[in-house]
């Protein structure tokens, strides 16, 4: 697979947004040095800077051009070869969302504080997957790709901007309010009031739906699940994702 053109959708750490908020107590802290705290957030963007640089040299040294794109403004990304998340799930769920054909290599940009459940690349193997995939015939690049369903979510008919990857919940704005809302799934249609509806593609099955007593579901299983929250009747429900 030839990759003459890329998109790197990076993070900023919590050290950088911190330091840069306009709320002076927060400001403050962050000028404790001392503080084990404000230490490990300040180690943690060292190293996604250092990760990020050595992204980018890797890129260079195989002749890639590349944008890069602060996940907050990313927007659709289209007209590259390849899109890279650089820092760890939630930069790979972010760039999904904007993803239409287009293939996402993740790059876990601080192993040591990130799980990187969906990262394939890091620091330390950016230069051999790059090789890998560059030498790789367009025909058989499927051997290094794994293929993964996404949802769209309409709300009262109304499609919402972005593909989910992970899981989404739809709930009041108050987290301690009712949730009201009416569903209709595989024909059955039914009113409810609890705290929210949960859905989650197969690939957020080991996400918050785990967490909430759910199957883990195969990549590749063409199953989503969903959850009315707060039921206490509720049992399980899988549905087919096509």
Not at 48 to 77: F, P, T
Not at 85 to 110: I, K, M, Q
Not at 202 to 231: C, D, V
Request: aromatic letters at 6%.
């Amino acid at each position: 697979m030839r990759i003459q053109r890329a998109a790197v959708v990076y993070k900023k750490s919590a050290w950088e947004m911190y330091n840069a908020s306009r709320d002076d107590p927060l400001k403050a802290f962050m000028q404790r040095e001392d503080n084990p705290d404000v230490k490990r957030m300040k180690e943690s963007h060292q190293r996604q800077k250092e990760s990020l640089r050595v992204l980018q040299s890797a890129l260079r040294e195989r002749g890639i051009n590349y944008n890069l794109l602060y996940r907050c403004n990313a927007g659709a990304i289209t007209d590259v070869d390849l899109a890279i998340s650089a820092g760890g799930d939630g930069t790979a769920l972010e760039a999904a969302r904007h993803l239409n054909g287009v293939p996402l290599l993740a790059y876990n940009t601080d192993p040591l504080s990130s799980t990187g459940f969906y990262c394939s690349a890091n620091a330390e193997n950016i230069r051999d997957v790059l090789q890998r995939i560059g030498e790789q015939p367009t025909t058989d690049v499927a051997r290094l790709e794994t293929e993964v369903a996404r949802l769209e979510v309409l709300v009262n008919e109304v499609l919402l901007p972005g593909l989910v990857l992970n899981d989404v919940l739809f709930a009041h704005s108050n987290p301690a309010a009712t949730t009201r809302y009416v569903s209709t799934i595989e024909g059955d249609k039914s009113i409810h009031k609890n705290s929210g509806f949960l859905v989650c593609a197969e690939a957020g099955s080991t996400a918050w739906m785990y967490e909430e007593g759910r199957e883990i579901k195969p990549f590749n299983s063409g199953r989503m699940q969903y959850l009315h929250r707060g039921q206490r009747v509720e049992k399980p429900k899988i549905t087919s994702t096509t």
